[in-house]
């Protein structure tokens, strides 16, 4: 059961953040390993709150897996939560939390824990899901910059990671 915890500070302001985490349909565009995401829906429903149901494919080399996700981000818990639905894993919970600093600043709280069903799956497979976790900040942090430029510019705190 993999699992990986990060907390990263960026010099951005976290509804900036959240929006980038929260736009999952773009992550073919950027995040390391994933070449498809279906949205099958998206719903707001309490204020505050986004609940996106879509299917994405990640592949390493020849090898690609698919599975259904249900994303759910909270603006007032400044939250982001994920977990598959449907799949070849066991379980796979994703959490991003968005703690601001100030206007210009956010620390970023980054986990995922996942399992495979099938052990010989899993070690084949894992090998694809460790590469894209262990990039996935690194990967956001570099969508962030594009996005927002003149953000990226002042962001002197950038850069500064903790691995838990």
């Given at each position: 059961m993999p699992s990986t915890k990060k907390t990263r500070l960026l010099g951005y302001g976290w509804s900036e953040l959240f929006d980038l985490v929260l736009d999952v349909k773009s992550y073919p565009e950027f995040?390391?390993?994933c070449r498809a995401v279906k949205m099958l829906s998206c719903k707001r429903q309490e204020p505050g709150k986004t609940i996106i149901i879509s299917r994405m494919t990640v592949g390493f080399l020849t090898?690609?897996?698919?599975?259904?996700?249900?994303?759910?981000g909270d603006e007032i818990?400044?939250?982001?939560s994920v977990e598959a639905i449907d799949g070849p894993m066991r379980y796979l919970r994703v959490g991003w939390n968005f703690e601001a600093l100030d206007e210009d600043h956010t620390q970023l709280h980054f986990s995922v824990d996942y399992e495979f069903n099938n052990p010989v799956l899993g070690a084949v497979a894992s090998r694809a899901f460790n590469a894209m976790f262990g990039e996935i900040l690194n990967a956001f942090e570099r969508r962030a910059a594009r996005l927002f430029p003149k953000r990226?510019?002042?962001?002197?705190?950038r850069g500064r990671s903790r691995q838990v």
């Open positions: 995040v390391p390993h090898f690609q897996i698919d599975y259904a996700n249900r994303t759910v818990a400044r939250r982001i990226a510019a002042g962001g002197a705190a």
